[in-house]
């Protein structure tokens, strides 16, 4: 296993340690690893992994996985490289990295060379993304707080009223005021 995918692996099994309330602890310790054997069909990989078949299909369609070998019968058949690379890229999308960015890791490490640069700049990139997000959050969330005690405030309209609700006004729209 590659130091980036257990970089990653690390930061999952850190996340899976702090469980939101008791009902999330019990399917956590439930979660056993499993076993991958060669030629499993898309539903055992869905499976094990814990993603829809859809999702393994689209990702070989973006060009993220390979087109796995066929069966006689024309079912898909997957190795257990094509499962930790889909391991990869769902460990790595949970973590908020672009398909473009899995896409030039995984690149880089078919070349035969180490993405561990890459994968510092996206980490990089990420966090500052995150942290911009939570700024924006927290603004979100002033406004929210602004127009809920302001909805206290306000009487219900009436039906005969053309406004669906007068709470959702913009804030320049006079709130409280029938507009004609």
């Not at 956590?28 to 829809?52: F, L, N, W, Y």
């Not at 700049?121 to 979100?140: F, M, N, P, S, T």
């Amino acid at each position: 296993m590659c130091l980036t995918f257990k970089l990653l692996e690390g930061v999952r099994s850190y996340h899976r340690q702090i469980p939101a309330d008791d009902s999330m602890k019990e399917s956590m310790m439930a979660e056993q690893p499993v076993s991958v054997t060669d030629g499993m069909r898309i539903g055992e990989v869905a499976a094990a992994v814990g993603v829809d078949t859809s999702t393994i299909r689209y990702y070989e369609s973006v060009g993220v996985l390979p087109e796995p070998e066929r069966t006689p019968s024309g079912y898909r058949s997957y190795m257990s490289g094509g499962v930790e690379r889909l391991r990869f890229v769902t460990l790595a999308r949970s973590l908020g990295v672009s398909l473009d960015d899995i896409r030039q890791i995984l690149d880089l490490r078919d070349q035969g060379e180490a993405p561990c640069g890459y994968v510092r700049d996206v980490l990089d990139h990420q966090v500052d993304a995150v942290e911009e997000r939570i700024e924006q959050l927290q603004v979100l969330s002033g406004e929210l707080r602004r127009l809920q005690e302001a909805a206290r405030t306000l009487p219900d309209t009436g039906s005969d009223d053309p406004c669906v609700c007068h709470i959702l006004l913009p804030a320049g729209a006079g709130h409280g005021q029938r507009t004609t």
